[in-house]
């Protein structure tokens, strides 16, 4: 059964200047999510920056989130990690928070083997009962899920019951749709291919773009279900200037610095991130302007 259906959202995690979190104003951000009908939070990912937390950091992120939503909708906690350990250990208190599901990024830097990164899905699944989602996204791990063992997995592994797509080619999620024959959800993990992806069989995004602009994913996504396609080509291709824009350095650098722009506090990077270029700035600023975010 899909955790979703739809538009989620890899919320930011915003922070203060002494670079706490600033809890309220992430509230505020998960209830503007909300309002606009996403379809899914998913709390600490790559956007919401968990890789420069520590693990109290991380869990009080994700358990704020939780209790913020409510129910309301599903929450999808990031739980990956370069040790398996780790994962294992982030996965289980994620779980007893009361995560409606886990988004497990392939181990990082290690570059394990396909074999390997079978072990580690099958170790996190075996430590947990709420659903799995795979994340792959080589340019930032190294590491890429070939189509045939991210089947292998969904078919042997309990719990694993979707993959984020981010590898940004189009004939391997093909591939991957043609070999999971529906034993696989998959989700778009790049804002700019979500109705190509969405067309091979793809059920929504994992997007960055929905920080900004919740109600044009989510209805972008509505439309691509309710068979109005030329509507959600539409609302795909209108955006790509801001999505482009949105990915002019890389995330979350741009993205926060567009929710700053917008009036959202969004605050400041975390090292080694740095914050957005003046350069980057204006072109966000065009971008939001030009799509009427501002």
């Known amino acids: ?26 509230g505020r951000m998960i209830e503007d999510q909300i309002s606009a009908g996403t379809d899914c939070i998913i709390v600490c990912g790559t956007t919401g920056e968990a890789s420069t937390m520590n693990d109290d950091e991380h869990l009080a992120t994700i358990k704020y ?7 309301r909708i599903p929450v999808v906690a990031g739980t990956g990690s ?5 994962a294992i250990n982030l996965s289980k208190k994620a779980e007893e928070l009361g995560a409606d599901g886990l988004l497990c990024v392939t181990p990082y830097y290690n570059k394990a083997t396909q074999d390997g990164l079978y072990a580690y899905y099958k170790a996190i699944s075996d430590a947990v009962n709420i659903p799995i989602i795979m994340y ?8 890429n899920i070939q189509p045939e063992t991210a089947v292998r997995i969904a078919k042997e592994v309990k719990n694993v019951v979707a993959i984020k797509e981010a590898s940004g080619n ?3 999620v093909a591939k991957l749709a043609h070999l999971a024959d529906g034993c696989l959800d998959i989700y778009s993990g790049n804002d700019d291919q979500v109705i190509p992806l969405m067309s091979l069989g793809g059920i929504g995004v994992i997007s960055v773009w929905s920080n900004v602009a919740p109600k044009q994913v989510h209805d972008m996504t509505e439309a691509f279900f309710n068979g109005d396609i030329e509507t959600a080509r539409k609302i795909q291709l209108d955006a790509m200037d801001l999505i482009a824009a949105l ?10 610095a567009a929710m ?3 009036g959202y506090k969004a605050g400041i990077m975390r090292a080694p991130l ?3 270029s003046d350069a980057g700035k204006e072109k966000l600023r065009k971008a939001i302007k030009d799509y009427g975010l501002i």
């Open 136 to 143: 792959n996204v080589p340019s930032r791990t190294g590491t």
């Open 82 to 86: 370069n040790s398996t350990k780790e």
């Open 274 to 276: 740095t914050e957005c």
């Open 65 to 71: 989130c939780i209790d913020k939503v409510n129910g």
């Open 260 to 262: 700053n722009i917008m």
């Open 170 to 172: 189009i004939s391997q």
């Open 247 to 256: 990915f002019c350095e890389v995330n979350p650098i741009p993205v926060k």
């Open 1 to 26: 059964m899909s955790i979703f259906r739809g538009a989620g959202v890899a919320i930011v995690t915003p922070f203060n200047e002494d670079e706490s979190i600033n809890f309220d104003e992430f």
